[in-house]
């Protein structure tokens, strides 16, 4: 005995300063391989509001399956008749080189279940798992018995399994777990030797739970050394660790380091309470330490996907790998480092390039007050124009502005403001912050339903003033010409006659925003109509052209039928 956190006289070192790396971490290619059991279809199912059903456990077994997921616990069929349905329907149907597992309590009516449930398996090679509390805790308040007749239990429980499935002619395996394992730091020596004996009578794998998260992972893992190293080795050690304290996938990677072979997890980190090791999480970061993981990583975003809309629970935007945002960045540094190694194999605010796990293309910028220029430039870069440097630092103090009142900022918003501001320094001969202020405002403002579209505007002032627009709708242009008093007059009568809708103009006004002779206006108009009145605004350098969009702002809201309609 003797692994990395016990000392000499084998005691565990809890308070040692220094780091202690087992040895095996150094070479992974002499390790084996990491062994995935899922229980998703177990765990994972006994903690959801609603519980799955056949159909859907049978869609989730096929997505492990397409993931390369080759140990799968499948239910607790004595829990229901819907679970033990399913436990036979997938044992039936599992293809040949893959383990389907069942749970049972060390009670003769749970593994009396279990093997029924099993009885159909045809391809695959059945595994029945049973468990009790092995934790001075769990034993005297939960079971209330001692830890002699707790072991002579799981024994039992074992040799009936055993004797039972040997009778169905298949070649089965029986799993024993102590629960509460995580709990026996001060009978760890007990369990241990009761272990042995478990292995004696017949166990092929000792799963170690950390049910509630008792322990931390460093200890954990030392705990899980001194299985390995007591155990004969023949015997695949296992780990299921819960996430109450939310260090769950800590504890199953170290605990590799230290010997387990098989790491137990779920999907989307569902199980019990705040649920089990995660397979995405423990996946991929034994993969990034070099560990052959035999999964097909590119179908974890899919998957998280399907399963959350299977059952009808969300994924939260940050958790780790499959979380909406769990690729954006949005500080100013972070933009600016993100963008410098874009290119880069290693990335300098991301662990990994999110194509690994069929995410490519997620790594995303938004503008936020937090933001800063290298993310305008990437936004506007990205949308095909020409940016330099200095533009992008030249918008950033509007958009950090708006932002600060908004909050974030779409890249369509950022590209459209570019857009515009590149229009205006061909219209105007000076553009100055007050003018990028007024673009940027007008540009984010929420403007709600756009159901009419403005596509063009012509007109001509004069004698005769016309005016020639086309608006789209669903996604069909019209376009009509028009006579008025005014250009202006032109255009509103062209939208008239377009919409059908002959709203009255209650109020027109324009104010320059910026002085001279170029400066940019912005226009007000309020629309009344069928009792009542909405008012939109736009702000340009061609006064017909915000006229226009001023009108349709007002006109857009009138249809959607928006809180700012008022009665006359
Ligand atoms: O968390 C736990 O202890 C369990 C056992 C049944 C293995 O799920
Ligand atoms: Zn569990």
Same mark, same amino acid.
């Given at each position: ?9 084998n005691k ?8 202690t ?7 992974i ?31 989730v ?10 140990h799968?616990?499948?239910g ?11 436990? !036979?329907?997938?044992? %039936?149907?599992? #293809? @040949?080189?893959? /383990? &389907?597992? =069942? ?43 001692t ?6 239990m ?12 040997e ?19 001060v ?12 292995v004696?009578?017949g ?5 170690l739970?950390?049910?509630?998260e008792?322990t ?5 893992a030392g705990?899980? !050394?001194?299985?390995? %190293?007591a155990? #004969? @080795?023949n015997? /695949? &050690?296992? =780990?299921?660790?819960?996430n109450?304290?939310?260090m ?17 997890v ?22 990034l330490a070099?560990v ?9 975003y ?5 399963l959350?809309?299977?059952?009808g629970?969300p ?6 790998i499959i ?7 949005r500080?100013?540094?972070h ?6 190694t ?15 796990v069929?995410?490519a ?5 938004r503008f936020?007050?937090q933001?800063?220029?290298a993310? =305008? ?5 990205e ?6 440097e ?9 958009l ?10 779409t ?11 590149q229009a ?26 756009q ?5 063009f ?12 627009i086309?608006l ?5 242009a019209i ?7 005014g ?7 062209a ?17 320059? =925003? ?11 108009c ?43």
């Open positions: 005995m003797g692994g990395a956190l016990f000392d000499k006289q565990l070192k809890q308070s040692a300063g220094g780091i790396v087992n040895t095996s971490q150094l070479n290619t002499a390790m084996k391989p990491p062994v995935f059991y899922d229980v998703t279809l177990r765990d994972g199912n006994q903690a959801l509001a609603r519980p799955m059903t056949v159909k859907q456990k049978l869609e077994f096929n997505w492990l399956v397409a993931l390369g997921v080759k799968i616990e499948v607790y069929p004595n829990a229901s008749d819907m679970d033990f349905q399913a436990c !036979r329907a997938i044992a %039936e149907q599992a #293809p @040949s080189g893959m /383990i &389907i597992s =069942v749970l049972a309590r060390c009670h003769r009516l749970d593994i009396d279940c279990a093997v029924r449930a099993l009885a159909n398996v045809s391809q695959a090679t059945p595994r029945l798992h049973t468990f009790i509390g092995m934790s001075q805790f769990h034993m005297a308040h939960i079971l209330g018995k830890p002699e007749e707790v072991k002579d799981a024994i039992i429980g074992i040799k009936r399994a055993k004797t039972m499935l009778a169905t002619g298949k070649q089965a395996q029986i799993q024993f777990s102590p629960e509460h394992f995580g709990d026996c730091l009978n760890l020596e007990w369990v241990i030797s009761a272990l042995k004996e478990i004696a009578a166990a092929d794998v000792i799963n739970p950390n049910t509630v008792r931390r992972p460093a200890i954990f705990m899980v !050394r001194k299985v390995v %190293e155990l #004969p @080795s015997t /695949i &050690i296992a =780990v299921h660790c819960h109450d304290l939310g769950a996938t800590a504890t199953t990677i170290e605990s590799y380091f230290e010997g387990a072979r098989q790491l137990e779920t999907l989307n980190s569902l199980g019990e309470r705040a649920g089990n090791t995660n397979l995405y999480e423990t996946a991929v970061a034994l993969h070099g052959p993981v035999g999964l097909d990583l590119s179908r974890i899919d998957t998280a996907l399907r959350s809309e299977l059952i629970v994924i939260s935007q940050n958790a780790p979380g909406q945002e769990s690729f954006y960045h500080s100013g540094v933009q600016h480092g993100a963008v410098r874009f290119e880069r194999a290693k990335k300098a605010y991301l662990p990994f390039d999110p194509a690994l069929g995410r293309g997620d790594e995303e910028l936020t007050s933001s800063g220029y993310a =305008v430039l990437a936004i506007v870069k949308a095909g124009h020409l940016i330099i200095q533009e992008a630092r030249e918008l950033v103090p509007a950090k502005e708006v932002a600060s009142g908004k909050g974030e900022l890249p369509e918003e950022v590209v459209a403001v570019y857009e515009q501001y205006l320094k061909i219209s105007k001969t000076q553009v100055g912050s007050e003018d990028l202020a007024a673009l940027v405002g007008d540009i984010t403002r929420d403007r709600g339903q159901i009419w579209q403005r596509v505007t012509r007109a001509v002032a004069g004698d005769h003033p016309t005016a020639t086309s789209r709708r669903n996604g069909e376009t009509r010409a028009a006579l008025g008093d250009p202006v007059d032109a255009a509103f009568e939208i008239r006659q377009i919409t059908g809708i002959p709203a009255k103009i209650e109020k027109y006004r324009i104010d320059n =925003v910026t002085s001279g002779g170029d400066s940019l206006g912005k226009v007000v309020c629309l009344m109509h069928d009792g009542r009145c909405c008012e939109g605004s736009s702000t340009g350098t061609d006064i017909v052209i915000a006229s226009v969009d001023a009108y349709l702002d007002a006109l857009n809201q009138l249809l959607v039928g928006e809180s700012n309609g008022k009665k006359p």
